[in-house]
């Protein structure tokens, strides 16, 4: 069985969307047309797509941390990351902070 773990150590964040890109839509095709062209996912694919889907949430995560650090650094204000991730200046504060 495939991991997140594995699979994160395996895939950049772009390797991996793409990798859920295809499988995903394969999914949907396959849901949708219900034909041989278009067969639906194995138990594999379906488990190798669930691991993919943590793996891109956890290097997305990674990358916001380090962009809030980044523009920290920079001198955003902690109500301009909180505008930037759509949330309120406390909330980014007590997600972000040091």
Do not use: C, N
């Amino acid at each position: 069985m495939t991991t997140p773990d594995e699979l994160e150590q395996q895939h950049t964040l772009s390797t991996a969307t793409t990798r859920y890109d295809e499988l995903r839509m394969r999914d949907a095709l396959a849901t949708v047309s219900g034909s041989a062209e278009s067969p639906a996912l194995s138990r594999e694919e379906t488990l190798e797509l669930l691991a993919l889907s943590e793996v891109v949430s956890r290097k997305a995560s990674y990358g916001r941390q380090a962009m809030v650090r980044s523009a920290r650094a920079a001198g955003a204000s902690w109500t301009q990351i909180g505008a930037a991730l759509g949330t309120t200046k406390q909330a980014a504060w007590e997600a972000y902070r040091p």
